[in-house]
């Protein structure tokens, strides 16, 4: 989960350094160059590449890239690590869709965990003037329809092999990130070419060492982990791009992951 996370933590400032090139066409760099590794999977292992269940693949795929293209957005008007942080409140949205369409029970001090979190946001909107209010809206965006990802995950359930459902949302996302940045492509020049490939690269060893983890340990050992992405992105962030940090948004981001690992080691212990 380490290794997953500082990969994942080195997508994030990537995208932040590379600030002349799009969201969109970040988008479609970062999941044609995860392509060639979901492809490879697919075809060595003899896997059928359409799956089971096209439609909820398709739309597990949309949703997805939605997701992900107003997360890389958020990044340009965001501390990396702010982002980051905001965009871990989506299991907090997961948890509502999971009451209206899944019917599940949510206890009373899982709530508070929640409000902690929320109260996380708080501070750093109404303290912290580094975070834009245009940003803002852009990574709760991102958040929610990362919490519907959670829920289309779980209805599709052990239905699909795991690398067919990354498979599909990275052939989703480079036709929709090809497609909306016909308009404004930028050509990238000398080393943003290796930046925007290796954002692919990141992403998917993040991916499968996440998936590792899990196989590997329990889900409430491994899970809580996962946050760490938050500090190897603040700090990657304050050594290579110069972000600097208040105490309101340390503030705000600690109560944020503070509330979402509490929630993570309470579900685990009370089952």
């Known amino acids: 989960m380490i290794i997953s996370t500082l990969a994942f933590a080195c997508m994030n400032v990537t995208v ?7 969201a969109h066409e970040i988008v479609f760099f970062r999941s044609i160059s995860s392509l060639f590794f979901t492809f490879g999977f697919l075809i060595k292992n ?5 799956g089971n269940n096209n439609k909820i693949l398709i739309l597990r795929g949309l949703v997805g890239v939605t997701s992900m293209t107003f997360f890389f957005m958020s990044i340009k008007y965001l501390p990396v690590g702010t982002a980051v942080s905001l965009r871990y409140i989506a299991p907090i949205f997961a948890t509502f869709f999971a009451i209206i ?4 029970k949510v ?15 708080l501070i750093l909107k109404g303290f912290d003037t580094n975070v834009s209010s245009y940003g803002l809206f852009l990574v709760l965006v991102a958040s929610v329809f990362s919490g519907f990802v959670y829920i289309i995950i779980c209805k599709i359930g052990k239905s699909e092999h795991p690398v067919v459902v ?3 949302f990275m052939v989703i996302a480079t036709i929709t990130g090809g497609i909306l940045s016909i308009g404004n492509w930028v050509t990238p020049k000398g080393i943003e070419w290796v930046l925007l490939f290796s ?7 993040g991916q499968v060492y996440m ?15 996962k946050y760490i992405e938050v500090i190897f992105t603040l700090l990657i962030g304050l050594f290579w791009v110069g972000e600097v940090y208040t105490f309101w948004s340390l503030l705000g981001i600690a109560l944020i992951i503070g509330g979402l690992i509490l929630n993570v080691l309470y579900k685990g212990t009370s089952k």
Do not use: R
């Not at 369409?101 to 599940?104: A, M, Q, S």
């Not at 206890?107 to 946001?121: C, D, E, H, N």
């Not at 954002?199 to 060893?205: A, E, H, I, K, M």
């Open 166 to 168: 990354v498979n599909y």
């Open 107 to 121: 206890k009373p001090l899982q709530w508070l965990f929640f409000i902690m979190a929320f109260s996380g946001v």
């Open 199 to 205: 954002l692919g690269v990141f992403g998917y060893f």
């Open 46 to 50: 003899k896997i059928p590449i359409i």
């Open 101 to 104: 369409f899944l019917k599940e």
């Open 16 to 22: 932040k350094y590379l600030v002349a090139i799009n």
């Open 211 to 225: 998936t590792k983890a899990f196989q590997t340990a329990s889900t409430n050992q491994v899970a809580p982990l």
